[in-house]
């Protein structure tokens, strides 16, 4: 079974810019997740999704931050525009139980 | 608000030592919890879980125990191995399907 899949991988960008990133959940998981990991902390919800509709939009910085579930299968998280307090690592996770299962996330530096 | 708070690191052990992780939360009703692992430079793993109290979740060696009484989920090896090296993460959902609430992780390195 393929896990969840994230691009980039890493990702440079300078302050004020946009930055997009992708991810693809394990075939048939309904439930969909955003997290931020800052350095040194533990993983922060941003974002959960059920299908194609947003369950928990609780903790994302709506003035920047933008994520979107078309169809209920892949998923897009934006940041637009970027500030420094935003380098981190993104996780997405999926789920069809209890048990969420996280890609390898995307590394944000904005410099 | 929910919440889960766990000892600091870094901890840094001799292989074969024995392990301790002190977990404890904070949560209305009864929660799931759980320890999700995160080795160097791959993705969050789940390790173990338990979704009611008295509940011991297991996995390769690792044992926690859910104590409501004391609201801890403490994690333990009895013999560690370099290959445990990673950052451990104690962790709780109140029901499924909702989000999970991590701690701030902790740091092991096991060294020969």
């Known amino acids: 079974e393929a896990g969840v899949a994230q691009s980039p991988r890493y990702k440079i960008i300078e302050k004020r810019q946009s930055v997009a990133f992708w991810c693809n959940p394990i075939s048939g998981h309904a439930t969909l997740y955003w997290y931020q990991q800052i350095l040194g902390q533990g993983p922060k919800l941003l974002i959960q999704f059920q299908n194609n509709g947003v369950v928990d939009d609780s903790q994302l910085p709506k003035d920047r931050f933008s994520a979107e579930r078309l169809k209920g299968v892949d998923s897009t998280l934006k940041i637009q525009p970027a500030k420094l307090e935003d380098s981190a690592v993104y996780l997405c996770?999926?789920?069809?139980?209890?048990?969420?299962?996280f890609g390898p996330g995307t590394r944000l530096t904005v410099t | 608000g929910n919440s889960v708070t766990q000892m600091e690191g870094p901890v840094t052990l001799s292989e074969e030592a024995f392990l301790t992780i002190n977990c404890t939360y904070t949560?209305?009703?009864?929660?799931?919890l759980f320890w999700y692992v995160q080795y160097p430079g791959e993705g969050l793993q789940l390790l173990l879980k338990?979704?009611?109290?008295?509940d011991k979740g297991s996995n390769k060696g690792f044992e926690a125990t859910y104590r409501k009484e004391t609201t801890s989920f403490h994690l333990e090896k009895g013999s560690v191995q370099v290959s445990d090296s990673a950052v451990y993460f104690c962790?709780?959902?109140?029901?499924?399907?909702?989000?999970?609430?991590f701690g701030p992780g902790t740091s092991l390195s096991v060294i020969p």
């Open positions: 996770a999926s789920s069809l139980s209890d048990e969420q299962y």
């Open positions: 338990a979704t009611k109290a008295d």
């Open positions: 949560a209305t009703g009864y929660p799931s």
């Open positions: 962790a709780l959902s109140r029901t499924s399907y909702d989000k999970v609430i």
